[in-house]
Each structure stands twice: as structure tokens, then as C-alpha cells.
């Protein structure tokens, strides 16, 4: 089991940038791919990006692709999301998720309590 703690969220500006951190704590966490998902209000839950066990391999959504980029650190049971140009769209609530490399949430059985990102025009 592994529990997951986010941080890094706040108010921007349109065009900022922020970086989200995911702190995991438990022997395993290299043993799990990790996922980023944001929820905004009203709206269902989205995959954001996703990053294999080492790293090596990532997916991310369409609507985030060339701005966010997903990373993680092993040594430091920390996965990351750099997130740049941001627009007001991108305001929502962000968990971290580890369980498969999948962008499906109903597949990750594992959660942080989520990291609230607001972008203002």
C-alpha cells in the first residue's frame, strides 16, 4: 500500500506556470505507474498524464500535451507535473494516483486528497 500526498497547488495567472509535486510514503511506490487526474467543479474526473515504474515511458491527455510534463523520482518516492501556459481551463482540483499505467481512474486504487490549481484570466 502506499499513501500520497500532493502539494504545489495555489493561484496563477493565464499563461503561468506551476509544479505540482506527489510525495509517496511505503517501501512499494517504485513498484506502482503514477497518474495525474483533475476534477473541476461540477465535472467528472479527467486524466491529466501518466508515467510508468521507471519512468520511461508517459501518456498524456490531448488537452494538456506540449504544456504539462509529468516525471518522477524514485529516490525521493516523488512524481512531479510541470504545467505551463496554463489557461483557465485548466482550474480544478488535481490528485495524484498510483496503480496501473492507465488514464481509466476507476482503475487506480490508490489516491492522494487531491491539490486545488486556480488559474485566473
Known amino acids: 500500500q502506499v499513501q500520497l500526498v500532493e502539494s504545489g497547488g495555489g493561484l496563477v495567472q493565464a499563461g503561468g506556470s506551476l509544479r505540482l509535486s506527489c510525495a509517496g510514503s511505503?517501501?512499494?511506490?517504485?513498484?506502482?505507474?503514477m497518474g495525474w487526474f483533475r476534477q473541476a467543479p461540477g465535472k467528472e474526473r479527467m486524466f491529466v498524464a501518466a508515467i510508468n515504474w521507471s519512468g520511461s515511458r508517459t501518456s498524456y491527455a490531448d488537452s494538456v500535451k506540449g504544456r504539462f510534463t509529468i516525471s518522477r523520482d524514485n529516490t525521493m518516492n516523488t512524481v512531479y507535473l510541470q504545467m505551463n501556459s496554463l489557461n483557465v481551463e485548466d482550474t480544478a482540483v488535481y490528485y495524484c494516483?498510483?496503480?496501473?499505467?492507465?488514464?481509466?481512474?476507476?482503475?487506480?486504487?490508490?489516491w492522494g486528497k487531491g491539490t486545488l490549481v486556480t488559474v485566473s484570466s
Open positions: 511505503g517501501r512499494t511506490f517504485r513498484d506502482y505507474a
Open positions: 494516483a498510483a496503480g496501473p499505467f492507465s488514464s481509466d481512474y476507476t482503475a487506480m486504487p490508490y
